[in-house]
C-alpha cells in the first residue's frame, strides 16, 4: 500500500511538473492597440519574457483596433489610450467578452511644434482656433507670418478621440484642411521637418526634433500630468476580458510593481501608483 501510494505521489509529481513546463513553453500572451501604449506595452512584453519565459506579442494598430480585436477575442489585452466606447462595449457583451478597464499610466497629450519656431505657450482655445481653421497663420498666435500645417491623427486613434475631447470639445470639428498621419511616431517626424508644422502625440514620444508647447501656461511635467494640473492630461489603459488571472493578472499587475513602474518613467510617461 505504501509502495502504492509513493508511486502515485511520483507520478502526480512528474505530472504536475510536465504540465508547468508545458504551460510555460505554450503560454503566450497577445496584445494589439495604442501607438502611445505600445512603447509601455513592449517594454514590459521584453521584461516579462526575461522573468517569466512568457512570450508577448505587442500590435500597434490603434486604439479602436484594440477594442476590436478584445471584442473578436484576437487578443488577450487591448491597449488604448481612451476608454472603450459605450458601442464597443455593447459589441464585446453581445459576443460574450466582458470588458474590465486597467488604467496602467498616465500621459500629457503634448502640443508639439517644430524646434525653430518661437511660439512656447498656446492656449486651449488658440489650438482649437488652429485646429478648426478659424487661424490659420502662426503670426495670429505670436509666431511668424506663415501659414499653419495642421497635422492630426487618424480616426482609429485613441489619442484623435482624446485630442477631440479634452480640446476641441464635442461640437467643434478639426478643419477637413488638416493632413492625417497614422501614428504618434509619423506626426513626429512629420512636425520635426516641417517648420510651420503642428500635431500632438503622447508625451512619451517627445524628443529634441520637436518642442512640446505649454498649454494654459502650464508644462507638462510629471508633477502637473500627476495632479491634472496639465490641462490635456490623460489615462492610458489595458483592457481584459473579465477580471484577469494567471498570466494576464501577472502582466496586469506590473505597473503596481517597482520594476514596472520604473520602465513607465523610462519610456517617458507617468506612474498613476
Known amino acids: 500500500m505504501k509502495m502504492f501510494r509513493k508511486i502515485m505521489f511520483g507520478a502526480a509529481v512528474m505530472s504536475l511538473m510536465a504540465a508547468g513546463d508545458a504551460s510555460a ?87 508639439i511644434v517644430h524646434p525653430g519656431n518661437r511660439v512656447n505657450n498656446l492656449s486651449r482655445k488658440q489650438i482649437r482656433d488652429i485646429y478648426s481653421g478659424r487661424v490659420t497663420n502662426w503670426s495670429a498666435v505670436g509666431g511668424p507670418n506663415a501659414p499653419i500645417v495642421v497635422i492630426q491623427r487618424e480616426s482609429n486613434s485613441g489619442t484623435q478621440d482624446s485630442f477631440k475631447e479634452l480640446v476641441m470639445g464635442k461640437e467643434l470639428p478639426i478643419s477637413r484642411r488638416a493632413e492625417t498621419q497614422a501614428s504618434n511616431g509619423a506626426v513626429k517626424s512629420r512636425v520635426a521637418s516641417t517648420p510651420t508644422a503642428i500635431g500632438f502625440i503622447g508625451h512619451g514620444f517627445v524628443d529634441g526634433s520637436v518642442k512640446a508647447l505649454d498649454v494654459d501656461g502650464v508644462e507638462a511635467t510629471v508633477q502637473t500630468v500627476k495632479s491634472g494640473k496639465y490641462p490635456i492630461s490623460r489615462p492610458l ?34 506612474n498613476k501608483y
Open 237 to 270: 489603459f489595458m483592457y481584459t476580458n473579465g477580471q484577469p488571472t494567471g498570466t494576464v493578472k501577472q502582466f496586469i499587475d506590473l505597473p503596481k510593481s517597482v520594476d514596472g513602474k520604473k520602465i513607465i518613467s523610462e519610456v517617458g510617461f507617468v
Open 25 to 111: 513553453a505554450g503560454n503566450k500572451l497577445v496584445l494589439d492597440g495604442s501607438t502611445t501604449v505600445g512603447p509601455i506595452a513592449k517594454a514590459f512584453a521584453s521584461y516579462f519574457k526575461k522573468t517569466t519565459g512568457v512570450d508577448v506579442t505587442v500590435s500597434e494598430s490603434g486604439s479602436g483596433n484594440g477594442a476590436k480585436s478584445l471584442i473578436n477575442k484576437t487578443c488577450d489585452i487591448a491597449n488604448m489610450s481612451r476608454s472603450m466606447k459605450e458601442n464597443e462595449i455593447a459589441a464585446a457583451k453581445s459576443k460574450g467578452v466582458n470588458p474590465v478597464e486597467h488604467v496602467i499610466a498616465l500621459d500629457g497629450l503634448a502640443v
